[in-house]
Structures are given as C-alpha cells and as structure tokens.
C-alpha cells in the first residue's frame, strides 16, 4: 500500500540553491513518473530542488504511485520536493509565474511533464550556462519516433557562437526566427550525429526559442520580465515560454546546447484550447 504523500511547504522549500526543476503538470500521472524518474537519475548536480504544481481535473499526477515513489526516491537521493496545486486555472503563463514565485535558487529549470532526461544532462546545462553566462541555456526534445524522418533542409539552421551569446531582437518573418525548425521531429539528432563531438564535449548554438527544457539565469529571467505577462493574457493561450524566452534574448541573450539529453515522451496535449499566441500578444505591446 502507498503511504500518504507528504507535499512539503513553501516556507520550508525556499533556500539558497544553486538549481531548482519546475514542473507544470496537468492529467498526465505517467508521464509525470517518467519526467521525474529521469531527474531522480541526475548526477553532478547535488541538492537541486524540485517544484510540482499540478492543475489536473482531479487527483494531482504526483499521487499515483509510481510518481509518488519518484518524489520519494529523489528525497532520499538529497533534493528537496515542493508539491502544489494551482487552482483555478488561469492559463499557462500565470501556472508559470506561480512555479518561478516558488523558488529563490540562483538558476530555474523550466521542464515539461512529458520529458525525459538522460543522465548528465543537468550537470551539461549548468556548466553551460555558467560558462556562457546569458540568460538561458537549453536542450530541445528529441522525439524518436521520427529517428529515420531525416530532413536535411533543416540542418542549415545549426549555427554555432564563436564566443559568449550576445543579446538578440528575434521576430517572426526573419531568419534568426526560423532557427525552431531544427527542433522539430529528430532534426538535433541528425544534426549532433554529423557533427560526432567527442565524449563530454557540448556546443553552444543560436536559437529563437526552445521548448520543454530550459535552464534560466534567475535574476536574468525576472529582469527581462518573467512570466508577469500573464495577466495581459486570456486563459485560452499557448507559446508563453516563446514570449519569456524571446525577451531574454533580447536582454542577456541565449542558447541551445548540442548534444540535447531531452526526450518527449509524445503523449497527447493536455492543452487543447489555444486561442491565443502569448508571444504575439507580448511582442505586440513590446513593438508598440
């Protein structure tokens, strides 16, 4: 029999951490096991936290047993777990800004339920930024159903930094916009095989955004804005993590890193109704 699962308390959970994990979650009790059972299986990366905020229309993914037993098994390895609830919805943005508000660790890692990481890929991500020292760093998701869709046309949107990232204005009709279709399908697969990098080696590249693993500066994140546009949102929305992403790179700058530990598990969307690009709401105001 699975015991209570103790959900800890916001008090107790902030602390001066160099990394925190915030996970938005909503209706997906296996993919949230998975998600969690790839960050229980980081190294390199001591005491990281980790934030689950789950908006499911009824019992919160973090209960069923086999994520309560990752919850558990991460506590046991050292990392503090705050679990929420955030309800009613009001639209992904505001879930967002509700996860950031939870943390004071000096970076935030904003991971989907539906990732999973490989090991080493956290210890990748924050060597990386702390090299780089931009805003955010990321690994775009793989997903490996597509493993033999091979689209060379996409692969000229790989383009390395020669040095730290510089900060970018990224819009849409441009070509820096263009950079996401290397995220699509296995494209980063295809692109790091070519490239064959030597063991323990990573490359920075220039990106308009990323979705589903990204590692934020903190105090860059918030200076740039945070996720505080959600009030100028209808709840019916999609792309706030391209509007966040967007206007740090145009303040501090940002980067893909290649290779990518991420995995989408494929799993069907839980956000169904997408009225409105946030980016496009964002950036409208921002142009104005």
Not at 158 to 181: H, I, L, S
Request: proline letters at 6%; hydrophobic letters at 40%; a negative charge.
């Amino acid at each position: 029999m699975n015991r209570p699962l103790d959900a800890g308390s916001h008090a107790e959970f902030r602390a001066d951490r160099l990394l925190d994990v915030l996970v938005p979650t909503r209706d997906r009790p296996a993919e949230l096991a998975v998600t969690l059972s790839g960050l229980a299986a980081q190294e390199g990366v001591p005491g990281f936290g980790v934030v689950v905020s789950d908006q499911s229309d009824g019992d919160p993914g973090y209960a069923h047993p086999a994520a309560a037993t990752m919850v558990r098994a991460l506590r046991h390895r050292g990392h503090p777990v705050l679990l929420t609830r955030r309800l009613p919805r009001r639209g992904l943005a505001e879930h967002r800004a509700w996860l950031l508000d939870a943390s004071a660790a000096r970076y935030v890692l904003c991971l989907d339920d539906d990732v999973w990481l490989e090991p080493g890929t956290l210890h990748r991500l924050v060597t990386a930024i702390e090299e780089l020292g931009c805003g955010f760093v990321g690994n775009a998701v793989h997903g490996l159903s597509y493993l033999h869709d091979v689209r060379p046309q996409t692969h000229g949107h790989y383009q390395e930094w020669a040095g730290p990232p510089v900060p970018e204005r990224v819009r849409p009709g441009t070509p820096e916009w263009d950079r996401a279709q290397i995220h699509s399908a296995a494209n980063l697969l295809h692109v790091t095989g070519a490239l064959a990098l030597p063991e323990g080696s990573w490359r920075a590249y220039k990106v308009s955004w990323i979705g589903g693993c990204v590692l934020y500066d903190r105090a860059k994140l918030v200076d740039s804005g945070g996720f505080d546009f959600w009030r100028r949102l209808q709840e019916r929305h999609q792309g706030e993590d391209v509007a966040a992403q967007l206007a740090v790179l145009a303040r501090h700058g940002g980067a893909g890193v290649l290779p990518s530990g991420a995995y989408h598990l494929e799993s069907p969307t839980t956000v169904t109704d997408r009225d409105v690009e946030a980016w496009e709401v964002v950036l409208a105001d921002v142009d104005a």
